[in-house]
């Protein structure tokens, strides 16, 4: 491949004439381009950014609330993280890679001002906190160079287009599935919102008041929980002066996946020295999804627990915010482990084991310590899966190099201690040792698919099912990271440093899955995709490249690859219940009663497939006896198309999204929201509420009398930002870990729901006095307020459903 100086306009084939204008890299050299051609080479970054602008105006984003997030992401998070990363990293790349990294830098840097200013009382002054990474780099000779450094070579044309691209089809995915299906604040009595989202509310409301953290719905309750993703969203508001509400449901999410695919990208080219592993990682972790041959593809229909993109990144805020955290921090470790051996680390070319040559970005030096040591910190908390499989990863890359050289990887050794220590720091200092319900054991999420309870499967048969379960595992999730399968072969599993690592990774993930039982194990399996479509990518690549393509094959290969994920996606919409009804009764499952019954339409359109390829790439070892120019190609087709087979799980949930109701989408009515908001304009944030609504119910109470059996009540909290004495406790830390539904203080309840249902002035005032009430929120569609209350309290609110009263 050529240099990394100018990125190829296709794979790995760049243009003699952009070789020579990046073969400069410091002061010298040709002339600084003018005005005109700089902003030919942002006007990638600027339609990517005038699109998401677009999209957010078109979801009823009003222009100030983008403009204020514009302001907040340019001040408070990428001008300190820059900076920053520019005063540790050695020598500069690419302005790109300087801008991505900075962008994560700030991210950790914003959580250090926000522990100190929340800490002090000091949010007023949030958004001068930026001041004490800019004065410094003004004030210091040494830093001011950090300002405007010199030498960064250029990314060609293509590659800032094709990264641009990616981030728009992301945007143009969460508007279409996302932010054009949800009001920003529910504005109806029949709006249903995934039952998640007032939660992380309220812990983003909780977040702008308290360090650290305490749970939200049981005033004063410890919170154990990798809550760092809601310290982020209050210093979005803080700082940009955005209602959280606004910050949720529209900024934070398409910002955070377009850093995400960026860093993926820059992550990618650093690694390899292949510009183009960049953006091809990014697609295989945004645009390909699950493979699967459900439609509609409902949470009941998740086989294997959370997919990475479809729901999850929107109302698993912590995954999103997670992953840009840690693709930087793979980025860093990866990097130091490619300067033993790998490469050298001034970043001069090195050879493949093919031989073919690479141009590797210079080597970030030692600054990149403090970095692992930053974004591992950051990721502690970000998602308690991100650290034990990055572990997993290192320790696997350390007994491999033990072995195959004999001597102790001393760099791995330093990096697992840094990262282990952040470890160590959130299991004991945030989580203090809660396990949130997790348990080893082996085979627990996926032994219900070879379930034989009745032991009416032979042997044979059984080990046939326990086989064909494990096998749809993989292609679930995994097969996006097939193209490391080439990549492994041709260097006959001697690794350089860096992809033991990142194999590491991508075997660890869905390995603690398959040895953690509970449905939050599936993030464990989420964490290790990062790793494997790195490692996908960069085999993609090295396929692509020997295959040596013509423009008009390369041609045939995109509009070939776009007219089989179109084919899939109609076929799946539109056939998906015939075709399980066709592969039940083949494999004698006609009722749909088996334990493996959800496995078989994966499974069976896999064989499909298979079968088809086989067909395919026989034809194509005939015709290129006659046609030259297909001989040593046909593995490169095959290889696309099993890297794109799960690409029409995103069509198919934009499609999903105007029909299906996600189940778990529970009745959120706009009066609800009315009186929680009214209760935070007339209430100071040390003021704790009582409410007499612990539950949520699927027709929001329409039956008289129904029961409240599930706790899942959080729009209190989540909408007045305000602590509640008993709301609804169902993700407590404390009951996830002891797997139990009753609340742990059962005076405390009785307390909190006499005051409304059969109050007295004793009653009343000891919620006063003692646990610091003010305010009764009393929801009637559950049950009335005692009629008693009016002359106990002063009615302040009331729109008919919900009536507030203060304590005075």
């Known amino acids: 491949m050529g240099t990394t100086d100018s990125t190829a306009p296709a794979l790995g084939t760049p243009s003699a004439a952009e070789g020579r204008a990046g073969a400069s890299v410091s002061g010298a050299g040709p002339a600084a381009p003018g005005a005109g051609a700089r902003l030919v080479r942002f006007l990638p970054a600027l339609a990517a950014y005038a699109l998401l602008v677009a999209l957010l105006l078109a979801s009823d984003t009003s222009v100030s609330d983008v403009a204020r997030y514009t302001f ?160 982020h969203m209050a210093m979005t508001d803080l700082v940009g002066h955005i209602d959280l509400p606004v910050v949720q449901m529209r900024l934070m999410v398409p910002a955070l996946v377009a850093l995400a695919m960026v860093i993926t990208a820059v992550v990618g080219h650093r690694l390899s020295g292949r510009p183009w592993v960049g953006p091809v990682a990014a697609l295989l972790v945004f645009a390909v999804g699950e493979f699967s041959a459900v439609y509609p593809n409902n949470t009941p229909n998740w086989t294997f627990g959370a997919p990475l993109v479809p729901l999850m990144s929107w109302a698993s805020l912590s995954l999103t915010y997670s992953q840009p955290l840690l693709m930087a921090l793979i980025g860093v470790i990866a990097d ?30 030692r600054g990149a310590y403090v970095l692992v040591a930053l974004f591992a910190l950051a990721s502690s908390a970000a998602k308690a899966s991100s650290l034990p499989v990055t572990l997993a ?14 001597r102790i990887p001393w760099a791995i050794v330093r990096l697992g201690a840094i990262v282990a220590g952040a470890q160590l720091f959130a299991t004991a200092v945030l989580f203090k040792f809660e396990s949130y319900g997790l348990e080893v054991v082996p085979f627990g999420n996926v032994q219900k698919y070879w379930a034989d309870p009745a032991h009416t499967r032979t042997a044979a048969t059984q080990a046939v ?60 399996t989420l964490a290790g995709l990062p790793f494997g479509v790195l490692l996908s990518a960069w085999g993609y690549c090295e396929v692509f490249e020997r295959a040596a393509l013509p423009a008009r094959g390369k041609a045939a290969l995109a509009v070939g690859t776009l007219a089989f994920v179109g084919l899939l996606t109609y076929g799946i919409y539109h056939y998906a219940g015939d075709w399980a009804t066709f592969a039940l009764k083949a494999v004698g499952d006609a009722k749909g009663t088996k334990s493996y019954t959800p496995l ?166 000891e919620l006063r006095d003692r646990h610091h009430v003010r305010y009764l929120v009393a929801d009637r569609k559950p049950a009335p307020e005692s009629p008693l209350l009016k002359s106990l309290a002063t009615p302040v609110f009331d729109n008919g459903r919900v009536a507030v009263y203060e304590l005075s």
């Open 336 to 365: 130091v482990l490619r300067g033993r051996g790998d490469a050298d680390p001034d970043g001069h070319g090195t050879e493949d084991a093919d031989g073919a040559g690479r141009d590797r970005a210079p080597a970030l030096g």
């Open 465 to 524: 099912v326990v086989a064909a379960t494990l096998i749809a595992f993989v292609l679930n999730h995994q097969l996006r990271a097939v193209g490391m399968l080439p990549l492994l072969w041709r260097r006959r599993l001697r690794l350089e440093q860096s992809q033991w690592f990142l194999l590491g990774g991508a075997l660890a993930g869905p390995a603690v899955y398959l040895v953690v039982n509970g449905f939050n194990a599936s993030y464990f």
């Open 600 to 765: 078989v339409p994966a499974l069976a359109a896999a064989a499909a497939l298979a079968a088809v390829a086989a067909v395919v790439g026989l034809l194509w070892w005939v015709a290129g006896r006659a046609l030259p120019g297909l001989r040593r190609r046909g593995g490169l087709v095959l290889l696309t198309g099993a890297l794109v087979a799960g690409a029409p799980s995103l069509l198919l949930d934009v499609q999903q999204s105007r029909h299906v109701v996600w189940d778990g989408a529970w009745p959120m009515p706009a009066s609800q929201v009315e009186a929680a908001r009214w209760v935070r304009a007339h209430s100071r944030p040390t003021d704790v509420l009582v409410t007499n609504d612990h539950c949520r119910s699927d027709d929001d109470w329409a039956a008289a009398g129904e029961n409240c059996w599930n706790s899942l009540s959080f729009w209190l909290s989540a909408y007045s930002e305000r602590s509640v004495l008993v709301e609804g406790w169902a993700y407590s830390p404390r009951l996830m870990s002891e797997k139990s539904a009753s609340f742990w203080d059962q005076p405390l309840l009785k307390l909190n729901d006499d005051a409304i249902h059969h109050p007295t002035a004793d009653i009343l005032r």
């Open 393 to 406: 990863g290192l320790a696997f890359a350390g007994v491999m190099v033990l072995i195959g050289t004999r």
């Open 72 to 231: 907040y992401v340019l001040w408070g998070v990428l001008l300190p993280g820059t900076l920053v990363f520019r005063a540790l990293r050695r020598r500069p790349h690419t302005l790109v890679e300087d801008l991505a990294f900075g962008a994560v830098v700030g991210l950790v840097l914003e959580l250090a001002a926000w522990a100190v200013l929340v800490g002090l009382g000091l949010q007023s002054a949030a958004t001068a906190w930026p001041l004490a990474v800019v004065v410094p780099f003004l004030a210091v000779p040494r830093l001011r160079r950090h300002w405007f450094p010199r030498g960064y070579r250029r990314t060609s044309t293509g590659w800032n287009w094709s990264v641009a691209g990616i981030v728009g089809l992301t945007s143009a995915y969460l508007y279409a599935a996302v932010l054009s299906r949800n009001p920003i604040v529910p504005d109806r009595e029949t709006t249903r919102q995934y039952i998640d989202l007032p939660y992380l509310l309220s812990l983003a409301g909780n977040a702008k008041n308290n360090f650290p953290l305490t749970f939200p719905q049981a005033a004063g309750e410890p919170l154990h929980y990798h809550w760092f993703t809601f310290a």
